[in-house]
């Protein structure tokens, strides 16, 4: 007698994978554990393969997909919060993988494939990378409450810092602040008592009282006990922060994203 063609297909299925399927006896047929699996996975593989082209167009325009940020720990109190609010609102189907790094850091991540998207200082090699301005923002000086500074009706110039003890901006890793400070402040080399890489930690020594600091007024959002900010005898806006990105990537989620991104986004 023949064997319908259902059973047929049914025990070459269980020949292909290696196991019984199905229990099957004079009265009732039903699915053996393996089988039971075996359904439900064959029903998510299903699934995923109707969804799979709707995904593929949707990561092709840039709505799906991931976009991996770095960003400064600077950039974290100031206006990261508000980017990262951003793509949630433009891009909810895209992942965001952040990545706290030094600007150095950040643009060698971005050379080697790991990053999209930087928030970080100048200089960087505009043949290679596009930027866009996000903040201008006042250089300030830390220094403890009470301090001798804070009492000045003026500005702090470079001569009244000549006899203060100063937390200073590693030359290689906070390079930007580094000659930002050369720039603007003759700072004496013996007046140096720490050099540090991240405005956290020098806020957090002013704070201890070992010296007083160059940070971006955006320093004030730490809200940290024991540090308070005068204004500096220097330009304003010279502190900037930028979007920086690899021209030729082709992450269409980054440029997707860049549709979106202006200047000063906490507007």
């Given at each position: 007698?023949?064997?319908?063609?259902?059973?047929?297909?049914?025990?070459?299925?269980?020949?292909?994978?290696?196991?019984?399927?199905?229990?099957?006896?004079?009265?009732h047929v039903e699915l053996t554990?393996?089988?039971?699996?075996?359904?439900?996975?064959?029903?998510?593989?299903?699934?995923?393969?109707?969804?799979?082209?709707?995904?593929?167009?949707?990561?092709?325009?840039?709505?799906?997909?991931?976009?991996?940020?770095?960003?400064?720990?600077?950039?974290?109190?100031?206006?990261?919060?508000?980017?990262?609010?951003?793509?949630t609102d433009f891009?909810?189907?895209?992942?965001?993988?952040?990545?706290?790094?030094?600007?150095?850091?950040?643009?060698?991540?971005?050379?080697?494939?790991?990053?999209?998207?930087?928030?970080?200082?100048?200089?960087?090699?505009?043949?290679?990378?596009?930027?866009?301005?996000?903040?201008?923002?006042?250089?300030?000086?830390?220094?403890?409450?009470?301090?001798?500074?804070?009492?000045?009706?003026?500005?702090?110039?470079?001569?009244?810092?000549?006899?203060?003890?100063?937390?200073?901006?590693?030359?290689?890793?906070?390079?930007?602040?580094?000659?930002?400070?050369?720039?603007?402040?003759?700072?004496?080399?013996?007046?140096?008592?720490?050099?540090?890489?991240?405005?956290?930690?020098?806020?957090?020594?002013?704070?201890?009282?070992?010296?007083?600091?160059?940070?971006?007024?955006?320093?004030?959002?730490?809200?940290?006990?024991?540090?308070?900010?005068?204004?500096?005898?220097?330009?304003?806006?010279?502190?900037?922060?930028?979007?920086?990105?690899?021209?030729?990537?082709?992450?269409?989620?980054?440029?997707?994203?860049?549709?979106?991104?202006?200047?000063?986004?906490?507007?």
């Amino acid at each position: 007698m023949t064997q319908p063609p259902l059973s047929r297909q049914v025990q070459k299925l269980e020949r292909a994978v290696g196991v019984p399927l199905l229990e099957r006896d004079n009265r009732h047929v039903e699915l053996t554990t393996a089988g039971a699996v075996f359904l439900e996975e064959a029903r998510r593989l299903l699934t995923a393969a109707d969804a799979a082209p709707a995904l593929a167009r949707k990561i092709a325009a840039g709505r799906a997909g991931v976009l991996r940020l770095g960003f400064t720990a600077a950039s974290g109190f100031s206006l990261l919060g508000t980017l990262v609010q951003e793509i949630t609102d433009f891009m909810p189907d895209v992942d965001l993988d952040l990545q706290e790094l030094v600007t150095v850091e950040q643009i060698e991540a971005i050379r080697r494939g790991e990053l999209d998207l930087a928030l970080g200082r100048p200089p960087f090699d505009q043949e290679s990378f596009d930027s866009r301005l996000l903040l201008s923002e006042d250089l300030v000086l830390a220094v403890p409450p009470g301090h001798a500074l804070t009492r000045l009706d003026r500005p702090v110039t470079a001569a009244d810092l000549r006899d203060q003890p100063v937390v200073g901006h590693h030359p290689t890793k906070a390079r930007y602040f580094y000659d930002m400070v050369v720039r603007y402040i003759a700072v004496e080399h013996g007046n140096v008592v720490h050099v540090v890489s991240q405005i956290l930690t020098m806020c957090s020594l002013v704070a201890a009282g070992r010296g007083v600091a160059f940070v971006p007024e955006s320093a004030r959002l730490l809200g940290l006990p024991g540090v308070t900010f005068v204004e500096l005898d220097v330009p304003h806006g010279v502190v900037e922060l930028h979007a920086i990105w690899d021209r030729t990537s082709k992450n269409p989620a980054l440029h997707e994203f860049l549709r979106y991104l202006h200047p000063d986004p906490t507007r």
